[in-house]
């Protein structure tokens, strides 16, 4: 290879079969920094900056700022820079992300001109945003007077107030305000509407300074490019302005709950369903899940248990006469900890111990007797085919980001075939739904909630 620059260090690569791609994993030394690069053949070039961006609070810092950074940076002083690449660009893609515990700048190209001028546009932005008083007003909040009536407005504030409106997003925040309570996970990064205003100018800069370093930050990139290139840029484009290591943020874990706990949430009557309907939640937080294959294992366990109509779980549900499936089923990695979700909507508030207990016996039932072999195989052949899809590979950069910010093995985010086979040889196993099913019961961090319709 061609080493253009030399500043940051080869850790470790390995060749990824699936993907068709060499994966290299690089360090800067002055700041930490990490650079994952996926030599491919593909035509597009891809490159993502993420940040660990964990607020403290519903007043949407996270979200604001990913939308502020992009109104004009020191070099590129115009308004909305992202437009006028936009135009100019023959990027196949360019979007930024909030997350719970991360945000995201992405971009693809098939043009390597293309791709240093997107560079030179999304690094300028990120590091060296104007940041300025009306870019907080415009994407922020602002008040506004009319006719003697004052009213709020901002594009993020408008985004989450109709965001808000939707029951799905309502039941999440909910499970998650209760589950993850005192942490970055327990507060909505894309800002609560009666949250947003409290949020200061100052504070939005504060939070760039403290978060937006190269010391925190992941570089990756993807495609038939060097990626000393894409070093070499960043390191005349930032590295020689910011310096200096800190230790990486990290979102903060609940400690273990003494047992199970229970909560009530109310979501608007007739928002999407019936105006008297109810439903259950069960949610299991879940400790140790932190690697690809524990991670792998709990998508085993929800594909065996409700993965399909004819699974054990949605036949529980079928058997009870009313109800159906919650759209919230299933694990979330989401966060550091990983949440189990189970759950019935379309209940009457007298069928709330009913359901409860059906999903219970039925999640017993599997802890004492298993499955029949041929359900693990086909769980099995789904997962290969899932991981193995080929996706762009600026997409496999994006669902890796969140394991280069929260400091596990990068490599491993990307190549799945080691632990896809290690899950084969554990799913063949006679006890192996037994075993998963019964840590599953055995978790204290267990949260039963009923949701219920409110008028007001």
């Not at 620059?5 to 990490?34: C, D, I, K, W």
């Not at 999640?363 to 029949?372: K, V």
């Not at 910010?405 to 190549?415: F, H, K, P, Q, S």
Request: with cysteine; glycine share 8%; aromatic share 6%.
């Amino acid at each position: 290879m061609n080493s253009i620059n030399m500043t940051f260090e080869l850790l470790e690569q390995r060749h990824v079969p699936a993907l068709q791609a060499l994966a290299q994993v690089y360090r800067h030394p002055g700041t930490g920094a990490r650079h994952l690069h996926l030599a491919t053949d593909e035509l597009e070039i891809g490159f993502l900056v993420g940040f660990p961006t964990l607020p403290e609070t519903d007043d949407g810092r996270a979200h604001i700022l990913e939308h502020t950074v992009l109104c004009g940076s020191e070099r590129f002083p115009v308004r909305d820079p992202f437009f006028s690449m936009m135009q100019r660009s023959v990027a196949t893609f360019m979007n930024a992300m909030t997350y719970a515990d991360r945000t995201v700048y992405p971009f693809a190209t098939t043009d390597p001109a293309d791709f240093a001028n997107l560079l030179d546009v999304y690094l300028d932005a990120v590091f060296f945003p104007r940041l300025d008083r009306t870019s907080f007003l415009q994407e922020g909040w602002r008040a506004e007077l009319h006719e003697g009536q004052c009213s709020l407005h901002g594009v993020v504030f408008n985004e989450m107030k109709n965001s808000y409106s939707s029951p799905q997003r309502m039941l999440y925040r909910g499970l998650m305000k209760e589950l993850f309570a005192g942490t970055t996970y327990g507060v909505d990064s894309g800002g609560d509407p009666l949250s947003i205003p409290s949020l200061s100018y100052e504070t939005l800069r504060e939070f760039h300074a403290s978060h937006y370093h190269p010391s925190q930050a992941v570089f990756m990139s993807s495609g038939p490019i060097d990626p000393a290139r894409v070093q070499a840029h960043i390191e005349t484009r930032v590295m020689t302005r910011l310096t200096g290591l800190a230790p990486r943020l990290l979102p903060g874990l609940v400690p273990p709950w003494t047992g199970p706990r229970q909560a009530t949430l109310s979501l608007p009557a007739g928002a999407g369903t019936g105006a008297e309907e109810h439903g259950l939640q069960l949610a299991w937080r879940l400790d140790g899940v932190t690697t690809i294959d524990d991670k792998l294992r709990l998508a085993a366990l929800m594909q065996l248990i409700a993965g399909h109509d004819g699974a054990p779980i949605p036949q529980a549900i079928r058997a009870l006469g009313s109800g159906r499936p919650s759209s919230l089923m299933g694990p979330d990695l989401s966060a550091q900890q990983a949440v189990m979700h189970l759950g019935v909507s379309g209940l009457r508030a007298g069928q709330l111990d009913a359901a409860h207990d059906a999903l219970m016996t039925a999640l017993q039932r599997l802890a004492r007797e298993g499955m029949p072999p041929e359900s693990v195989d086909g769980v099995l052949r789904q997962l290969r085919f899932g991981e193995r899809q080929q996706t762009p590979g600026y997409r496999r950069l994006v669902a890796a980001a969140d394991a280069g910010l929260r400091g596990e093995n990068l490599l491993d985010a990307i190549d799945s075939e080691l632990p896809l086979a290690r899950l084969a040889v554990l799913m063949r196993e006679p006890d192996f739904l037994q075993r998963e099913v019964q840590r599953l019961l055995a978790c204290t961090n267990h949260l039963r909630v009923h949701v219920q319709p409110d008028e007001n």
